[in-house]
């Protein structure tokens, strides 16, 4: 009798215990057969000290099945499936995916060349207006949309949400200028130096960049 399984199943952690077993040699006995925790009596035939069950004793008392064809068994126990086991699920990451740090970086580059742009201009004294911003400010809202759709791990999440404050903070002190200008107050070129808003943008660059270079999410305040 050819009993390979046709989908090379496999039987995890099945353990056949025999009770009260003296057996003698090519005799056959009725047995209480222990299964997967499930119990039943079935015919055991004992040859040469080797103990044979009969396959459909088998699958009734573990609630499985067998299937005949041609020369083919087929037996297939509860957790095995007919085809091929299932693949262990792959466990969540707990840092940073490769597609959420390739769109934050991208979007982290936006908001460099925002902020770069109202240093300069400031610095050296241009006039700040609405028109000079909003192509930036709409580059790096794009940006952080990206980003947050790319956000799969926990870690990725929790970040994405340091990026958004980073944009917040980034539109207040761009706002804070054009109002100053609007209103014709005065603008020192040194400003930015000791603005407090600019100096948490800054901080919260480098405390990102310092996740993403670790890949691990680690929330310091910085953001916030």
């Known amino acids: 009798m050819n009993a390979n399984a046709k989908h090379g199943w496999i039987v995890p952690a099945v353990l056949l215990c025999v009770l009260a077993v003296e057996g003698q040699s090519q005799s056959s006995r009725e047995y209480l057969l222990s299964v997967n925790g499930q119990s039943g009596h079935a015919s055991v035939l ?29 037996l297939t126990l509860p957790g095995t499936g007919g085809a091929a086991a299932s693949p262990e699920t ?46 930036y400010r709409d580059q790096a809202s794009t940006s952080l949309r990206m980003t947050k759709v790319a956000a799969n791990t926990q870690a990725d999440k929790s970040a994405a949400q340091l990026l958004a404050n980073e944009f917040e903070n980034m539109q207040k002190v761009t706002n804070k200028y054009l109002e100053m200008r609007a209103n014709l107050e005065f603008i020192d070129p040194n400003s930015l130096k000791s603005d407090a808003i600019d100096q948490k943008i800054i901080t919260c660059a480098r405390s990102l960049a310092a996740m993403a270079s670790n890949n691990q999410f680690v929330d310091d305040g910085s953001c916030h």
Do not use: C
Not at 53 to 64: E, H, M, Q, Y
Not at 100 to 128: C, D, H, K, V
């Open 46 to 74: 004992q040859v040469d000290g080797h103990s044979y069950v009969d396959v459909d004793a088998l699958a009734r008392i573990a609630n499985g099945s067998v299937a005949y064809q041609g020369n083919q068994i087929t």
């Open 90 to 135: 792959p466990r969540p990451s707990t840092g940073f995916s490769k597609e959420f740090l390739n769109a934050g970086i991208e979007y982290m580059s936006q908001i460099r060349e925002w902020r770069s742009t109202l240093a300069n201009a400031i610095a050296n004294g241009y006039p700040l207006s609405e028109d000079l911003f909003a192509p």
